[in-house]
């Protein structure tokens, strides 16, 4: 699960190269692609995983309110390290 979540991550990352995505839009796509949409609460600690790995392969920032974190607390929005302004 954690590769499909790695894939969603870096999937939702790249259509929005000038914007951030939330975590629990991540969660909803993969409760919906496996066929659980309304289990999507169940996916948050997958989520949170990958985006730990990501983050220390340098692959996806995490942001709060446009500042940046060094790492995940409370909430925060992914964007990709190379954003297009």
């Known amino acids: 699960m954690s590769e499909q979540a790695v894939s969603a ?5 790249a ?4 914007g951030t995505t939330c ?4 969660a909803r796509s993969l409760a919906k692609d496996n ?3 309304l289990d999507w609460r169940e996916y948050m600690p997958i989520v949170h ?4 790995d ?9 942001t709060w309110k446009s500042s940046s974190m060094t790492e995940r607390s409370g909430p925060y929005r992914i964007r990709s390290p190379h954003k297009q302004d």
Request: hydrophobic share 50%; charged share 20%; glycine share 4%.
């Open 9 to 13: 991550i870096l999937s939702f990352v």
């Open 15 to 18: 259509s929005r190269p000038t």
């Open 23 to 26: 975590p629990s839009e991540v």
């Open 35 to 37: 066929n659980a949409p």
């Open 49 to 52: 995983d990958a985006v730990d």
């Open 54 to 62: 990501l983050v220390e392969l340098g692959e996806i920032v995490l």
